[in-house]
């Protein structure tokens, strides 16, 4: 790491205390590989000596051999990293990139610029402080520079540097780089509010290729006044901000090595914390005050924006993670339900009433998504109407969540703003969201306590309450045997109700059609009045094929425990199709209907069913008079 | 306003208590090298007044230095933390070495499918490595929450996003977790901390005089007597120290007369060449990290 500087030889000592006071700049590149990005960024670790000679030599050769530049240096294979790619010539992924100078230490997140990348430049761009938003001086603002620009307003990003390159290829004319300063001026006020832009944003004509005003100030652009690149990100001020808003400690982990000490441990998300202050734990609403700030160099005075810390209180109050301390006077708001815009980064698309994870913070919970109220053009920011969101498209959803969470919007707080959606059978990272605020709904309408409760009303019908969900492919005999079932149950007095799946979509989902966002909506529903009807004390039956595991869990979940008993009517497709009683099979393979469970459109077979039918070796009355002994034997009913 | 030494030092603090609270049975994997010492010193500070939640892991090769093996065990024992040490017992048998077998051979059997065997032995469904970003252009894309299927693999291709830092610790049984806490450190950062914090290191690292053949242009030291040597081949006392650490056969020493760790970091600064040309399994071609994260290695 030659930096050729002669304090490293003549004074160590005084070059390493130079190098700890150093502060951190993260900041992202947006632009495409046509607008020389990763030119820009390799030239950058070039000037600022971060390449070893090994790393050159590796570097010629590859230039002569992937290289795009001919005899030159191609400093866009610095950092194109993964093999795959730069046999294809793209960057797919987000990569980092590190080097310092002698004032600062930069962390690039380097990310495609595609629209099919749009999930990974935001991905880079949650971490950043800034972005430099390049633009091609032969082309002037284009369809994806207004893109990125977005992306990086809806992140937060609130510096911009507008990097107008290629200016060797127009003549370094001033005239050209003004008329791009102007537009992009214009296009930026409308993005944010009150006509003023969202960022601040400072404008720089450079040549990453020839390497003009990226270190050293340009003599072919006399006419520029302004900062050349790097020095304007080494002096750009970042993260004043954090610091004076309210504390926030989202805890982490509770520390107990013995039950004489009880410590609290986060990253401070924003605000500043001493011994002796007041807070306020959320949601729960306890307060107490602040004891000690606990290092294992001692206890601090102090504690800001950033530190990862470990908190005692004055008081035994109940704490655990994914709780937020807050200042007692200033708490964040806790809410059940709230507007927020999503993009979507799974191929898979987002299905409005399908239960996923949401990780806030260090805290997890389940939610639910409404369908889009709009989605969001990205290249033209119209608002057009959307039934679900796909890979790499932003809507402005409503979100309820299944219980109480601590928050800021995402405006004000990134940290305790921004949440990423989970999928519950992948596990794979498939949204992120930005809070906008609360639904008042959620936080007007409270819970009803009622006084004659579930138990008082099945007690009265001599039962527990239950939902006994039959699932299986058409025709595989579900509504038979709960037919049967429910015969045996009123012959002995019990109190049922039956909801079956033709029947609902007559009347309560007459609405949904069979698309997989009207399935996943057709079982929330459904699920919902099981629920409500075991409250009432009944014994519940539903039937319906409801072939997605998801839903399935969410009607589960939303049953105390015991209560839900899922039963698996077996029937292999072959055998159901043969039997085709209602005639659909037929229908579904001469292609007269769409979407069919088990033609085309999958079942997922339930993996741990309490009861489990195979219909080819069992009749229905033999099914059926099983499932009456197991609710005998679960003590559903009595003898 | 915190300097970018304390952000790099918060920022691997969260991410050790993240791995912790959401992990079943986390380890943290122990080279001994200078990066697992900051990684080490890190996790006693993230987790005090308690030890960290999770043991150490080392896979030994049986051809590292000795003064790594005594270094590791006067740490663990001054520290009171647990130690698993593992080394593949099949390829011992098979006398599996460097000399013998070549450096690739050597580092997939008693490396890589040692580290497979000792996770999948005590379960670990998560193992901190020391690994940064900075080191090597492959590394530069991984996550520090970085997922491997049930047969350990890696899929560059198919990597979860990692928003804020809001990470995704959630996987079906079998698969497990790398999580790397140090990916934001460069070389400099690490040893500037040591510097600042004062971190006991391998004495390998501070030059001293030590028997030394030179073969292809490389420096290996004699650390014991299982190093053949070639016709005409005598070890000679030189003043060398080692710029990372590993398998001693396969490890370069630098002829240097650095011996304290501020002139280290003086060489380290005015030197042209990047830290690991020293190891000799990333010469063979320019993507052969990639290719061996994607089959494994750590």
Partial sequence: MAHQSDLIAEDILAYLKSHEEKSLLRFITCGSVDDGKSTLIGRMLYESKMIFEDQLT??????????TQGEGIDFALLVDGLASEREQGITIDVAYRFFSTDRRKFIVADTPGHEQYTRNMATGASTADLAIILIDARKGILTQTRRHSYIVSLLGIRHVVLAVNKMDAVEYSRDVYETITRDYAQFASGLGKDGKPPFEIVSIPVSALKGDNIVEPSSNMDWYRGPVLLSHLETVKVDDLAESQPFRLPIQWVNR????????????????????????????????????????????ERAVAG?????????????????????ALSPAEVADQFETTILWMADEPMLPGRPYLLKIGPKTILATITAPKYQVNVNTFEHIAATKLDLNEIGVCNIAT????????????????????????TNATVGMGLIHFALRRSANIHWQALEVDRSRRAELKNQKPAVLWFTGLSGSGKSTIANLLEKKLAALGHHTYLLDGDNVRHGLNKDLGFTDADRVENIRRVAEVSKLMADAGLITLVSFISPFRSERRMARELMPAGE???????????????????????????GEIRNFTGIDSPYEPPETPEIQIQTADMSAEDAASMIFDELLARKIIAG | MLTHLQRLEAESIHIMREVAAEAENPVMLYSIGKDSAVMLHIAMKAFYPALPPFPLLHVDTTWK???????????????????FVHTNQEGLAQGIGPFTHGSAIHTDVMKTQALKQALDKYGFDAAFGGARRDEEKSRAKERIFSFRSKDHRWDPKNQRPELWKTYNARKAPGESIR???????????????????????????????????????????????RMPLKPGEQPQMRKVRFRTLGCYPLTGAVESEADTLTAIIQEMLLTTTSERQGRVIDHDQSASMEKKKQEGYF
Avoid: C
């Avoid at chain 1, 990862?308 to 807050?326: F, P, Q, V």
């Avoid at chain 1, 299944?402 to 059978?425: K, M, Q, V, W």
């Avoid at chain 2, 230095?65 to 130690?83: Q, T």
């Avoid at chain 2, 450190?185 to 005089?209: C, G, H, K, M, R």
């Fill in chain 2, 65 to 83: 230095f000795r003064e790594m093996i005594s270094f590791r065990d006067n740490i663990v024992a001054k520290l009171g933390l647990k130690l």
């Fill in chain 1, 564 to 590: 839900f008993i899922e039963v698996f009517v077996d029937t292999p497709l072959e055998l159901a199709e043969q039997r085709d009683v209602k005639g659909l099979y037929k229908k579904a393979r001469a």
């Fill in chain 1, 307 to 327: 530190q990862s810390i470990t908190l005692t209180l004055n008081d035994e109050i109940d704490i655990s993670r994914g709780d937020l301390i807050s200042p």
């Fill in chain 2, 179 to 225: 999580a790397f806490p140090l990916s934001n450190w460069t070389e400099l950062d690490i040893w500037q901390y040591i510097y600042l914090e004062n971190i006991p290191l391998v004495p390998l690292y501070f030059s001293a005089e030590r028997p030394v053949v030179e073969r292809d242009g490389t420096l290996i030291m004699v650390d014991d007597d």
């Fill in chain 1, 402 to 425: 299944d219980r109480l969470i601590a928050f800021d919007p995402y405006e004000t707080n990134r940290e305790t703003g921004g949440f990423i959606l989970i999928d519950r059978l």
């Fill in chain 1, 257 to 300: 090595p013995d039950s004489s000490f009880r410590g609290f441990a986060g990253q401070i998300a924003s605000g500043v914390i001493s011994p002796g202050e007041r807070i306020r734990v959320q949601p729960s609403g306890r307060e107490s005050t602040v004891a000690r700030i606990v290092t294992q160099s001692g206890d601090l």
């Fill in chain 1, 58 to 67: 590796a570097l010629q050769s590859d230039s002569a051999r992937f290289g």
